[in-house]
């Protein structure tokens, strides 16, 4: 053992790091003689930092093999923060070593954890487990950084503020509490069991070096059990220590500064530290056999290393820019830097750049970027040429078809199925109930268009089946109901075991296990049962694991309120990833930093490089501040920087680079990465000038720009002269006149206005409930009122109000409105009876209009009708929403009343009980308008007099000329003529693209 002289190389970054090693180890596995003795490839063993490094490695043997048969060397993983468990050599490790307990699931470490918080803070456990799963991050760091969690009781001198106190107060639950809870249970930290085994094989080698060579290659050693380990592998008789990138052109003063307080953020941090640990100088430090590179890449190394140079020593920027100007130049060849306008811009740039590399055989490319919105877009983008982008960030698990499935499985039951949840439950591509997805889909609609749009029925199966019993007793009875009541009957037998158990405070695995049930019965179609759709393919697996794993934890979370089991189910889902194993591009590939570590493509595109983004920004956990890490041994945040600046030197270094950012996010101007502002200065104080590679951005807004703009018009359909309306109601006359095109739609297309899902009791039916009630009223007493009017008035209301009076909003809002409405109404009635001498309610009218070519007929239904003993009539009408201006009644833009005062002038109203008797021709003196809101002023009355009858008369002029005017084939019905009326929501504006037209600045017509 070489105890004075470790074995240590490196390769220089940018070097695809695991193809040059593979292909050192083919070529010379003692590596020019430095091992002695007589081995074969299948002697060696290999160590690298991650299990898909691992994975890589084996590739890298097979392409520089060429495909020939070979034995491997034994690869295994050093393990880090993305592995479940560590892979190492159990020979010669002690009985000690492999009898360790087993690490503790992660699912059930969250779940314990929120519950030890809930019963230390008294919180609810479905809401500690967002701060369980901090707490356990928190627990890693401390313990993958080795130190001691019994220094945090001695942590809060008096010059801290108060509230750390507090905090370390609540570490109890890790002090104190966990150690107690994990040795109950026979278990151990994951990364404390990580750090012992690494230990364990350190000292097992000490004691006993293996007898082929061990190469460790790739770790910076970030992890101190992994620095410890590296030690003892670079001084074994046939060990070797591989770093990557460890910069050997830094000046001596630089290297000096760097592992002073501040320099955390310098890529050469962390390879400092390393070197330190194991006793060694950077001058002990070899080139890896067969790595040395082009003069181009030295330089584009030295023009790295001088750009983000320790902050200490830029003052020797002055005396070498001017020096540099050649060597950066030879740098800065392949290397492009795209500053794009925004977001989907840069996403748009990077899949060109991608896309382009396809046009040449056998190359490759990657995107490296910590931003997965953005590494979404360039797959999103990648997608307009049927590329499927090989994205290692995988797709969060919480949005796969299953998972999506089963979240609104729980939702849908959690919220009584109310309208929405329930329709989008029952519409998800799994949703079948054992009928064929065709035709439940088919089910569905007619659920959603005869039952949900509208006002909410009430909660819970019982509710649907209200609603449905109430449309079939409804005047106009629909034929296709009963296939509702089997719809209904099937969701209720699918939901059973869901809807029994959350009925009340249960155990959370019987939660869990009855949520699956559910799921599994409303998958099941005709021909496939439940399961088998449910957990199919590869969202499918993944999803079946993670169940697994919760249905193996949940017992140890106890009871918890049923109402929030799908906040419970929503908030484990967390950052469960799902990665796909095939069907992708084999060339192109999507990074992030850690994935990209040892990775090497031909074109390296690093993107996102903005403040807060690459780099993140060096936040404080909300557990220690600076002084209480630095006290603990903890590393401080910038190390993380120092480790991303590490990333991207090695990124920057390929042959082929393309740095990348946006100058906006979400809109809002964006500052660039430290990095790219260091090497833009160093580029530019050496004199040179990156060619503009703005192409590329511009480039892909061109792939979305139109060959031809067309003007978005106004519609002016024009249909023949048989296909126009010949019947109209007073009420669809202001339509007309508003906007024509609505009429257009509803009167020829027949195209039907729908409800929105789940509405609030809608204004027209807490109209028609109100008329209803004001109908009856006036039925009963139609000329003078009793003394008890208010009383009967309230009690014909119950009785109209009864049918909606168990739906949500209807008993809480609308009927004590109605009660104070009541009240308003009989005070009003009793002084305007005094000259009453009849009132006829929903008076019915229809007149046709037959000095036109072709006659059109008008109806109409007044509110009420008073018969004065004057001879003259009122003309009421009930609003509950606004009223109209008297000017807009004046001038025809508000025609109904005035309308139904000329049908009344010419007798056109029949009463409506009976046979319907004509009520007597007789002319209008007023018109009234009566708010009806059972707010805080429960009524108001606005009356528009027309004592000769001239408004009626002059407006019913109008309409015939407006009439005839549509009589002409020519005459189209346009979309909202009139600008006064732009700012009021059409039910056809959609249809008609109006926002598209009116954007577009086309004048009113």
């Known amino acids: 053992m070489r105890a004075d002289s470790p074995m240590l190389f490196t390769m220089p970054p940018g070097t695809p790091f695991l193809d040059r090693l593979a292909a050192a180890l083919l070529e010379d596995l003692s590596l020019g003689g430095r091992f002695e003795g007589d081995f074969v490839l299948a002697d060696a063993t290999i160590l690298l930092p991650t299990r898909r490094a691992v994975r890589a490695l084996g590739d890298a043997f097979l392409r520089v093999g060429e495909g020939r048969a070979l034995i491997l060397p034994s690869i295994r993983a050093l393990g880090d923060v993305d592995e479940e468990e560590l892979v190492l050599d159990p020979v010669g490790l002690g009985a000690e070593a492999l009898a360790l307990p087993p690490a503790m699931p992660a699912l059930e470490r969250q779940l314990r954890l929120a519950r030890l918080i809930a019963e230390e803070g008294g919180a609810d456990k479905v809401r500690a487990l967002g701060l369980a799963a901090d707490l356990g991050r928190f627990l890693d760091m401390v313990v993958t950084e080795g130190a001691d969690l019994s220094q945090l009781t001695s942590l809060v001198p008096q010059e801290f503020a108060d509230h750390w106190q507090i905090t370390l107060d609540f570490l109890k639950v890790l002090t104190a509490r966990w150690p107690e809870e994990l040795t109950r249970l026979g278990y151990m930290e994951q990364a404390e069991r990580r750090n012992r085994l690494l230990r364990a094989q350190a000292e097992a080698w000490t004691a006993k070096p293996p007898a082929g060579p061990v190469i460790a290659a790739g770790s910076t050693g970030s992890i101190p059990a992994t620095a410890d380990l590296l030690k003892i592998v670079a001084h074994l008789p046939c060990g070797a220590v591989v770093l990557p990138g460890l910069d050997l052109d830094l000046d001596d003063e630089s290297w000096k500064t760097i592992g002073e307080p501040g320099t955390a953020s310098h890529p050469q941090y962390g390879m400092k530290k390393l070197l330190a640990h194991l006793r060694a100088e950077r001058a002990d430090v070899a080139l890896w056999p067969g790595a040395e590179i082009s003069p181009a890449r030295a330089s584009r190394a030295r023009l790295l290393s001088e750009a983000l140079r320790p902050a200490e020593t830029t003052d020797k920027w002055r005396e070498q820019l001017a020096a540099l100007e050649e060597e950066a130049k030879r740098g800065a060849a392949g290397l492009s830097m795209i500053e794009a306008p925004g977001e989907r811009d840069e996403a748009g740039a990077i899949a060109l750049l991608m896309r382009e590399v396809l046009e040449t055989p056998g190359k490759t490319a990657a995107l490296v970027t910590p931003d997965r919105k953005l590494a979404r877009r360039v797959a999103m983008e990648l997608r307009r040429w049927q590329v499927e982008v090989n994205d290692s ?120 296990h009855a949520h699956i049930a559910a799921a599994e019965n409303l998958a099941t179609s005709r021909g496939e049962k439940g399961a088998a759709r449910l957990w199919k393919g590869e969202a499918g697996e993944a999803a079946a694991d993670f169940i697994r794993g919760l249905i193996e934890a949940a017992p140890c979370f106890g009871e918890i309120e049923s109402r929030t089991y799908a906040q419970f189910f929503g908030e484990l889902l967390g950052a469960h990833v799902l990665r796909p194993r095939w069907g992708l591009h084999p060339r192109l590939f999507i990074w992030g930093p850690l994935e990209a570590r040892l990775q090497h493509a031909d074109r390296m595109i690093l993107g996102g490089l903005n403040e807060g983004t690459w780099p993140a920004e060096a936040n404080i956990d909300p557990w220690l501040n600076r002084p209480m890490r630095a006290a603990m041994g903890i590393e401080p945040p910038e190390r993380r920087i120092g480790l991303a600046a590490h990333d991207f030197v090695e990124g920057a270094s390929a042959a082929e680079a393309v740095l990348t950012r946006a100058l906006k996010l979400e809109g809002a101007p964006a500052v660039a990465s430290r990095w790219w502002l260091r090497l833009d200065t160093v580029l530019q104080g050496a004199g040179v000038r990156q060619a503009s590679a703005e192409q590329w951005w511009r480039w892909a807004q061109a792939l979305d720009r139109p060959a031809k703009v067309l003007d978005p018009v106004r519609p002016r359909p024009a249909p023949p002269l048989d296909a126009r309306p010949v019947r109209f109601s007073v009420t669809e006359i202001e339509t007309l006149i508003r906007d024509p095109y609505a009429i257009y739609a509803k009167k020829v297309l027949r195209l039907p206005v729908l409800d929105p899902i789940d509405a609030d009791m809608a204004a027209a039916e807490r109209g028609t409930i109100v008329h209803e009630a004001l109908e009856r009223f006036v039925d009963e007493y139609p000329a003078e009122l009793p003394e008890n009017a208010l009383e009967r008035l309230i009690e014909i209301g119950r009785d109209v109000f009864s049918r909606a009076i168990d739906r949500p909003g209807v008993a809480a809002f609308w009927w004590p409105r109605f009660r104070r409405i009541a009240r308003w109404i009989v005070e009003h009635e009793r002084e305007e009876r005094a000259t009453l001498r009849k009132a006829f309610a929903e008076a019915r009218g229809e007149i046709l209009i037959g000095d036109l070519a072709r006659p059109v007929t008008l109806v109409g239904k007044a509110d009420r009708i008073d018969m004065r003993e004057d001879g003259t009539v009122d003309i009421l009408d009930y609003k509950t929403g606004t009223l109209p201006s008297a000017r807009q009644v004046e001038i025809g833009l508000s025609p109904q009343l005035p309308l139904e005062a000329a049908m009344a002038a010419r007798g056109g109203f029949r009463e409506k009980s009976g046979e319907g008797a004509p009520i007597p021709a007789a002319k209008t003196s007023r018109m009234i308008y009566m708010r009806l809101t059972g707010g805080e002023t429960a009524g108001e009355v606005r009356i528009v007099d027309d004592v000769g009858g001239e408004l009626a008369e002059d407006t019913w002029g109008w309409l015939v000329d407006l009439l005839r005017q549509y009589e002409d084939p020519q005459t189209p019905y346009l979309s909202r003529p009139r600008p006064m009326f732009w700012s009021r929501y059409g039910d056809y504006d959609h249809l008609a693209r109006v926002k598209e037209w009116s954007s577009a600045g086309e004048d009113a017509e």
């Open 393 to 512: 960030g995988g797709a969060p698990l919480k949005n796969t078809v299953p998972v999506s499935f089963l979240r609104l499985v729980v939702q849908m039951v959690e919220d009584e199925f109310a309208p929405v949840p329930l329709v989008a439950c029952l519409k998800h591509p799994l949703a079948a109930a054992g009928e064929e997805s065709s035709r439940f889909r088919s089910d569905v609609r007619l659920l959603e268009e005869l039952l949900l749009r509208g006002p909410r029925p009430a909660a819970g199966i019982a509710g649907l089946r209200a609603a449905l019993r109430a449309a079939e007793e409804a005047e106009r009875k629909d034929r296709r109901l009963p296939r509702l009541e089997r719809l209904i009957g099937r969701i209720e037998v699918c939901m059973t075991p869901l809807i029994e158990v959350m009925a009340e405070r249960r155990d959370t695995a019987a939660l869990v």
